[in-house]
């Protein structure tokens, strides 16, 4: 393989080792297991710190505009194909959690195509997004600009699950 295939590899198992560590972590927390959870959150930052060097070797990524239309692309690609394709795959094998699932995600990743969307059209008006509050439900990754007072339009978790990203 050419090091270009090389750095790519790379960054795909260092971004995925990095999400995964904080999985681990949350996983200790819940355990009881602090020191643990600290050890996993410590690993998943060094592994971001890897990735977001090969990738800067790379020079994968380009201005915010950019990365917009990147990341509505593969929302589309993701709710379009890739959930569509599990779900149709979960239901024919009789796994109702596993389509429950892909089915929600499938929504939630509809929703960020049609958020980053919105965001690109101001994006390209105003020159930034529209300033506001971003939210994230913890249960099933739906995300919505503004607090949320209601129950979650995708998995009907209250409002108390929504958390403001900063």
Do not use: W
């Given at each position: 393989?050419?090091?270009?295939?090389?750095?790519?590899?790379?960054?795909?198992?260092?971004?995925?080792?990095?999400?995964?560590?904080?999985?681990?972590?949350?996983?200790?927390?819940?355990?009881?297991?602090?020191?643990?959870?600290?050890?996993?959150?410590?690993?998943?930052?060094s592994?971001?710190?890897?990735?977001?060097?090969?990738?800067?070797?790379?020079?994968?990524?380009?201005?915010?505009?950019?990365?917009?239309?990147?990341?509505?692309?593969?929302?589309?690609r993701?709710?379009?194909?890739?959930?569509?394709?599990?779900?149709?795959?979960?239901?024919?094998?009789?796994?109702?959690?596993?389509?429950?699932?892909?089915?929600?995600?499938?929504?939630?990743?509809?929703?960020?195509?049609?958020?980053?969307?919105?965001?690109?059209?101001?994006?390209?008006?105003?020159?930034?997004?529209?300033?506001?509050?971003?939210?994230?439900?913890r249960?099933?990754?739906?995300?919505?600009?503004?607090?949320?007072s209601?129950?979650?339009?995708?998995?009907?978790?209250?409002?108390?699950?929504?958390?403001?990203?900063?």
């Open positions: 393989m050419s090091t270009v295939d090389n750095l790519r590899l790379a960054f795909t198992e260092e971004a995925k080792n990095s999400a995964l560590y904080l999985i681990f972590a949350e996983k200790a927390d819940s355990e009881g297991k602090p020191h643990a959870a600290r050890l996993f959150r410590a690993l998943a930052e592994e971001l710190i890897h990735g977001r060097a090969e990738l800067q070797i790379l020079d994968d990524y380009g201005s915010t505009v950019d990365n917009m239309q990147f990341a509505i692309a593969t929302e589309e993701e709710f379009q194909n890739m959930y569509a394709r599990f779900l149709k795959d979960a239901r024919k094998e009789g796994n109702e959690e596993a389509a429950d699932l892909m089915s929600k995600i499938m929504k939630v990743e509809r929703a960020h195509h049609d958020l980053l969307q919105e965001a690109m059209v101001k994006l390209l008006d105003a020159g930034d997004v529209t300033e506001g509050s971003v939210f994230v439900c249960t099933c990754g739906n995300t919505v600009v503004g607090a949320q209601e129950a979650c339009s995708i998995c009907g978790s209250g409002p108390e699950m929504f958390h403001e990203v900063v």
